[in-house]
């Protein structure tokens, strides 16, 4: 997911803030794959991947703890895996005046 930033007259700011699946696709470049949970641990674990616009973190080794996975043969099927991972967190920490309001309604 992405968000444009505020407007700025400084152009040297992206025109995108990434967050979630997009966010940890962009700090997987290097790695390698197939991969195991351990080896993806050691290596990119301490990387911090934000997963709202409003700029919460989560680091790859608490996704990867939430993932009931112990191999993936491609970075897709860690990104699909790590899917849901990321949704919750959004749910669990609503961004913005209309994630409040959503956070209040019961259903």
Partial sequence: MGVRPPADDDL????????????????????SF???????????????????????????????????RGEFESEQELLDAAHPVFERLRERDPSGILGHLRSLVPF
């Fill in 12 to 31: 040297s700011e992206p025109d995108v803030i990434e967050f979630g699946i997009p966010a940890l696709d962009a700090r997987l470049e290097d790695a």
């Fill in 34 to 68: 197939p991969a195991t949970s351990d080896e993806l641990h050691r290596e990119y674990g301490h990387l911090e991947i934000p997963y709202n616009a409003s700029g919460g973190v989560v680091t790859l080794a608490d996704v990867l703890e939430e993932i009931d």
